[in-house]
């Protein structure tokens, strides 16, 4: 369980950039109440926080909307925009699982643009900003302690990812389909489930680890 020292210091590090795989229950539609933060006061919190695996975007699309439900932390991930977000299926996906609670980020900090391929670019034309978020990203998981799996959302942040972290088998890293993909919630969850769960029988096919159960 993650102790309350280190969980005030990556919200005070990373709060305003990264979240946790929590959400608040669905209400009467589909889209419903995935920016309602209530869950931040929960007392037991800290017992439902899972640093096992780190769920990885590429980079922030955009901006948080104001309304009812804001605050200053942990709101990456957690859209009320109803005409564009898709957190909902990442909700849905990974509700009464393992992998609920996990801790999500992006790899690419500051940098909003809901173009993955003008993010690409960018870090092509930009090395040096791609090591140096790269280097932080590896100084945010640290934070968490042991050795989380990394679990890619979407082609580019895997293959950047496997890249650049791969190497020595210094992380296990598994790629799944992003959340924004045109897929409905189910067979996304189904998908999603389905390949980690593949991926979790190959490590242990290969004697290399067994990925925790919490």
Aim: glycine share 8%.
């Amino acid at each position: 369980m993650l102790d309350r020292k280190t969980y005030n210091l990556i919200k005070k590090k990373y709060g305003k950039v990264a979240s946790w795989a929590v959400w608040g229950e669905v209400g009467d539609t589909v889209k419903s109440n995935t920016d309602n933060m209530d869950w931040i006061k929960d007392g037991n919190l800290l017992r439902t926080l899972n640093t096992s695996f780190v769920f990885v975007g590429l980079n922030f699309s955009g901006t948080h909307e104001e309304g009812p439900h804001r605050c200053k932390v942990w709101r990456n991930f957690h859209s009320g925009d109803n005409r564009r977000q898709n957190d909902f299926k990442l909700r849905f996906a990974l509700l009464k699982t393992r992998y609920w609670g996990s801790y999500i980020t992006d790899l690419i900090k500051n940098h909003p643009d809901v173009d993955s391929d003008r993010v690409m670019n960018y870090l092509r034309e930009n090395p040096k900003e791609l090591e140096k978020n790269i280097s932080s990203f590896e100084k945010e998981i640290a934070l968490l302690g042991g050795n989380p799996v990394l679990v890619a959302l979407g082609v580019d942040v895997y293959k950047l990812l496997k890249d650049h972290l791969w190497h020595g088998r210094k992380y296990e890293i598994v790629k799944v389909t992003h959340y924004a993909a045109r897929i409905g919630k189910e067979k996304y969850r189904k998908e999603t489930l389905g390949l980690l769960t593949t991926f979790h029988r190959k490590l242990m096919r290969n004697n290399r680890r067994e990925l925790p159960t919490n």
